[in-house]
């Protein structure tokens, strides 16, 4: 089963998920995608461990998702991805913010047929930054605009789609 929970900040989306795979009942394997490029972002990911429990195993990759997901496929435990929204800022721009377009589109395409092979249990977290107005410069109309076709894509593969708001749970998609 692959779900897919999507939310602003702050939402308590990576919490529900955290949730959802403690329930799964299987050895949880966590994919941290966050590179700390300042002192609030490591905040952030400390935050993030400190709340993790110590028998999860955590593997980092800020960039190749799909290997992480081909690797893990077949395997009896639960990968919990968060998130896919810093994943994207990854690969979509280089260090210097340089749009890398192409890169973008073969990571995109083969996270997707990799979890369409998986079948495994897996839960990926996103920010779902659409709901706001449109921005005011190019990159980040650009980083938005792709956020919402790789959520569009995803949902297409997913099993079960949750917003989270405001730490509520609402299923959009159930299979």
């Known amino acids: 089963m692959i779900e897919l929970v999507l939310g602003g900040a702050r939402s308590g989306k990576s919490r529900y998920a955290e949730q959802q795979a403690l329930a799964s009942g299987l050895p949880v394997v966590y994919v941290a995608t966050a590179e700390a490029g300042d002192a609030e972002m490591r905040a952030r990911i400390d935050h993030h461990r400190q709340r993790r429990p110590t028998d999860w195993t955590?593997?980092?990759?800020?960039?190749?998702?799909a290997r992480v997901v081909s690797e893990a496929a077949g395997r009896r435990h639960c990968l919990l991805v968060d998130c896919l929204t810093l994943w994207?800022?990854?690969?979509?721009?280089?260090?210097?913010?340089?749009?890398?377009?192409?890169?973008?589109r073969d990571h995109s395409d083969a996270l997707c047929k990799a979890l369409s092979a998986g079948g495994q249990r897996v839960i990926l977290v996103s920010n779902e930054v659409g709901l706001g107005v449109v921005a005011a410069d190019p990159m980040?109309?650009?980083?938005?605009?792709?956020a919402g076709f790789l959520h569009q894509k995803l949902a297409q593969i997913c099993d079960r789609v949750v917003l989270v708001t405001a730490g509520l749970p609402q299923i959009l998609k159930q299979v």
């Not at 955590?58 to 960039?63: H, K, S």
């Open 58 to 65: 955590t593997v980092e990759e800020p960039l190749d998702l």
């Open 88 to 104: 994207l800022c990854n690969v979509l721009f280089d260090k210097q913010g340089h749009l890398q377009a192409e890169r973008y």
């Open 140 to 146: 980040t109309r650009r980083f938005v605009d792709e």
